[in-house]
C-alpha cells in the first residue's frame, strides 16, 4: 500500500511551482489522470505549470477547452506541434524548481530496473547502460539537454515519470516515487529523529529491508518509544535513510537499522549516513564501532569506508545473539577523525 507523506513533503514545494510537461499522444492516453494531479498540487497550494503540444485544430478544441476549464489555476504553456518540443520546454526562460516530464515509462537500467535518482555526472557515464533502455527514441536524445539546464543553474529538479494514475502524487509525496529524479545540488543532512511524521516515515524504509530478510522487525511504538536513538538521513527535507544508535560499553556504539531508500541507492548517501553517525558518535566519545549484517549491499559499504569483518572477543555476548550474522568492526582515533572518510 502506497503511503503518502503530505505533511512533511508539502512543506517544500509551498511557494515553489511544479512545471509538468507532456506531449500530444500520452495526454490525450492519460488525460483525466494527469489533471487529477494537477489538481491535487493546485489544492496544496503549489504553483503549477503545463507544457503541452496540443495542435490548435478542431477536433482538438474541445481538449482545449477542458483544460483551460478544469486548470483555471495553472499556467498553460502550448508549445506549437512543429516544434522539438523537449527543447522548446527546457529552452523556457523562466527558472524551474521541479520539471516533470510525462513519459511511456521510467528510465531503466540494462538489468531492467527502474533508475530511481541521477546526477548529471552518472547521467553521462552511464548513458551507455541504460540509453538504449529508453522506450522514447526522442526522449533518450535529450538527456544532455537535461543534464546542461541542471548544470546552467536554470532547474533544480527533473523529474522522469511513466503517465498514469497518481504517478504525480507519488513521485513528489512517497518514499519511494515513481521515476527518475535528475539533480546535482541535493541538500543533505544527519539528524535525530524528531516528529511523528519522522517515525512514519523510518517505519516505511525499515519495512522495505524487513521484508528482504535484511532487518529485524521494528514496528511504530518500538520506533517512537526510542525515538532519541534514530537517526535519519534527509535530502532537501525528506528522510531517506535511517540508522539506530546501540551503546555496547563506554567506547563502542553498535550501528543499527542502516537503510536507505531504493529511491537513493548507488547515490552515495550510504556512505554519508554512515560516516555522518561516527562522526555524530565520535563526538560524543565513541571510538569503536561494530556492525552485525547479512545485507551484502552494507557489507561492502563497511568493507569500502574501512570496516573489517572481524568479532573480538570482547563482543561475543553480543555476537552470541546473532550467531549466523557477520559482525564488522572498526576502531577510530576520535581526536583525528576529520580523516576519516571523504
Do not use: W
Request: glycine letters at 6%.
Amino acid at each position: 500500500m502506497v503511503q503518502l507523506y503530505l505533511d512533511e513533503y508539502v512543506k517544500n514545494l509551498i511557494g515553489r511551482t511544479v512545471c509538468i510537461a507532456c506531449r500530444e499522444g500520452i495526454l490525450r492516453d492519460h488525460f483525466n489522470e494527469i489533471v487529477a494531479d494537477i489538481k491535487f498540487l493546485v489544492r496544496k497550494d503549489i504553483g503549477t505549470t503545463f507544457f503541452h503540444n496540443l495542435p490548435h485544430r478542431v477536433a482538438n478544441q474541445k481538449l482545449l477547452r477542458k483544460l483551460e476549464m478544469r486548470l483555471p489555476a495553472t499556467n498553460l504553456i502550448r508549445i506549437a506541434p512543429e516544434l522539438d518540443f523537449y527543447q522548446a520546454v527546457l529552452g523556457h526562460p523562466d527558472t524551474i524548481y521541479k520539471l516533470i516530464f510525462l513519459e511511456r515509462r521510467y528510465l531503466i537500467d540494462n538489468n531492467g530496473n527502474k533508475i530511481n535518482a541521477l546526477t548529471t555526472g552518472r547521467v553521462r557515464e552511464a548513458s551507455a547502460d541504460f540509453g538504449d533502455l529508453i522506450a522514447n527514441v526522442n526522449f533518450r536524445a535529450t538527456m544532455n539537454r537535461l543534464c546542461e539546464k541542471i548544470e546552467a543553474g536554470h532547474c533544480e529538479r527533473i523529474h522522469i515519470l511513466p503517465a498514469g494514475k497518481n504517478t504525480i502524487k507519488y513521485e513528489l509525496f512517497t518514499v519511494e516515487g515513481t521515476g527518475t529524479m535528475i539533480a546535482d545540488n541535493f541538500i543533505e543532512e544527519f539528524r535525530q529523529v524528531q516528529t511523528d511524521e519522522d517515525v512514519a516515515i523510518v517505519h516505511r524504509i525499515l519495512s522495505m529491508y524487513k521484508r528482504s530478510g535484511f532487518l529485524k522487525p521494528r514496528n511504530k511504538d518500538y520506533l517512537s518509544r526510542n525515538r532519541q536513538r534514530f537517526f535519519v538521513t534527509a535530502i532537501d527535507g525528506i528522510v531517506v535513510g535511517c540508522m539506530e544508535q546501540k551503546v555496547i560499553d563506554e567506547r563502542t556504539v553498535e550501528l543499527g537499522a542502516v537503510a536507505i531508500s531504493t529511491r537513493f541507492r548507488n547515490q552515495r548517501v550510504g556512505v554519508y549516513t554512515v560516516d555522518a553517525f561516527m562522526r555524530t558518535m565520535a563526538e560524543q566519545g565513541y571510538s569503536r564501532f561494530i556492525s552485525l549484517t547479512k545485507n551484502p549491499r552494507l557489507q561492502a559499504l563497511y568493507l569500502q569506508l574501512g570496516f573489517v569483518e572481524e568479532s573480538p572477543p570482547e563482543y561475543s555476548q553480543r555476537q552470541s545473539e546473532s550467531p549466523d550474522v557477520k559482525m564488522f568492526y572498526q576502531a577510530v582515533d576520535s581526536h583525528d577523525f576529520s580523516d576519516f572518510v571523504t
